[in-house]
């Protein structure tokens, strides 16, 4: 098992959480993971990026090599094409479509639905709506998560599991709204994928 | 033992931690910082009371770690690879004073410059000052390696320095910890006289740290850091540099290559393995992140028999961080290419963050500017730096910390007037105000604006040395009272700024101009922890 993933968005947007729980599930596992992470001057409302690896054998590079990633999870829709050339083949893009809107010259959305719906695995999924009804927007990073979940390779419950410990300190409530930003990304993920 | 998923900067220092430092000393800098900042959080440092406040610059912190080696007790310094220039008079000297407690000097190096003004290679200061170097490949090594440095320095009583790059320092995985070390008791050096560098005194030690120099590449090949992986393809011998060996690993398992290789992690690198890779392949590949400085160790100016591929012979890009591609490629493999980028994917480069005090500065300073044309603010390096970039075009410099007090003095010397300097808070106790003393003494006509927004914005909000010091500071290097003005920058009060800085931009002598608000990250994070 081997699962190459590209977490994509803008600084601050909550890209590192994603990657602490999918993390966490994979070590669970017993799995292999290097996650390597952009900190400094890009977090500064730049393009930030993370590589996440899992493998059930050692995983060498820290990097995911160009063309073999297989899966570019975003959580901003102009994000999810900047790494387009590290996806393979048949690999997944599956993207928030709620654009994050920081610059002057931010294109037209519906030119980047265009180019994303072009990519034969592609999945478009409204994390910002699905999100303030599980409860706050600030959970549509938990969404797409969901969404990603039947391409991951990795338990369900695992996943579920790791937001208990990680969002454990904030109490209960918090947990559970993640828990079903979760369930719910994974759900409208679904529904797109047979439409 | 203790798993524990931790980035390359995190291993680092718990390393440090379990390998029985008492003080860890820095100066913030992507990629080192975390280091620090995990020993700051971490409960056993705690409980140890392991120093870790951070340092003025990178120069106190190595002086004040040499300070604690001499009292007996092991010391971490860390810092970016432009800090190590900063620190140099102070890091060159230890090699030659020698050290008591051990000590570490920990430098992260940022190849593709993703948040540096250049891509040096620490490995030279590390040949320059004749130290050993060790240079991890992963995050156990990077644990492994620095909690093994400590020993090695005492064993030699030199420092160590330990090289990393931007990958490996904020890349995460997997890390299983050894056995907590005890803390050492103070103990004064033998010696009393080590670490006088009195000209006498100095030629003495000098000529001890040359002739240790064959000892360290002994050890260099026999305490298995540097290792020869056995291969039955014998076209060509790879030499791989720290994380560089990950690179090829992947490739070679990828493509099922089988290549004997020299996995380097500790310099000088041990001439005879370089001659037994040498002489049992028909080439040598050199891969390694930063210089080539391998690479030119091997080839030299002269020619010789070996052929010998890397960074110089264009088999790997001259620039930049390594990959599995430019690995790939260079070892012949055509790598196939993912999609293109579309053409819609607009630049996201980083902004200054909305409501960030210093666009209320660079509004205020770009208006006051307006009847003397551009060209004439030299600035320096933080978030202020993004001044630099669309609307504001503000800045016409950054060079180095601090450059920018003492680069308007000269312009101003020059004849430039008014001639702006604009630093931040962090900045300006890190190396602004030796050359405000400059212009202090001269008199040069120079309008200084400390942006100061109360923390150490560019690296993630430090604590800066600054905070509520800079009216006294500039006081007491002798600005005149009355060209030391402090403003608000909000937008409400952008005339009466507008105006300030234009009266002071007129005056033909120092003025300093504190724009003191505190940066909205920070008070956002402060108001969060105060709910809980
Ligand atoms: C010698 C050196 N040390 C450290 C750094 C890393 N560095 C760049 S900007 C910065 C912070 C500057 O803080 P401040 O001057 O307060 O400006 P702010 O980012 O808060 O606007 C640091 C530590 C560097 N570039 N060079």
Redesign the interface.
Known sequence: MKTDIILAG??GQGILSIAAVI??AA?DNDL????????????????VQS?LRISDQP???????????DMILSVEP??S????????EKGWLITNSKPFV??N????VE??YG?IRN?PNSLLIDADAIAAEVGSRKVSNIVMLGASADYLGIDFSSLEQSIRVIFGRKGEEIVQMNINALNTGKKAARVQSVS | MDKL?L?GDEAIAQGAIDGGISGVYAYPG??S??ITEYIQRSKIAAQRKIHSEWSANEKTAMEAALGMSYAGKRALVCMKHVGLNVAADAFINSAITGINGGLVVLVADDPSM??SQNEQDSRFYGKFSMVPVLEPANQQECYDLTYKAFGLSEKYKLPVLVRVTT??A?????VIRRQLLPQKETMIPEDHTQFILLPAFARKRYRGLLDQQPDMEADAASLGFNMIQQGKDRSRGIIACG?AY??Y???A??YQLDHPVLKVSHYPVPTAMLQELADSTEELLVMEEGYPMVEELLTGVLKTKYRVRGRLTGDLPRDGEL???VV?RSLGIQ????????Q??????????KGCSHIDMYNALNEALQPYGPGRVFSDIG?YT?GALPPYNAINSCVDMGASVTMAKGASDAGLRPAVAVIGDSTFTHSGMTGLLDAVIEQTPVTVIISDNSTTG???GQKSHATNRLLNICKGLGVEEKHIIEINPLKKHHDENTQIIADELAYEGVSVIIASRECIQTASRRKKEAKK
Do not use: W
């Open positions: 803008v600084g993390g966490m070590i292999y993971v290097k996650q390597a992470e952009v900190h400094g001057m890009s977090q500064r409302g730049g393009a590589h995983v060498h590079s820290d990097l995911i090599p160009a063309g073999s990633c102009m994000e094409l900047r790494y387009v050339s590290f996806l393979s920081n610059i010259d931010y294109p037209d030119k980047i180019e990519i | 998923v980035l992507t990629p910082t975390e993703h948040s990958r490996l904020h890349s995460r995985a997997g994380i990950n690179y690993m992947e490739v398992t990828r990959n599995p591609g790939a790598v196939q290419e993912g999609r293109d980028i579309p819609v994917v607009a630049n996201r480069p980083p902004a200054l963050c978030c993004l560019m690296t993630g």
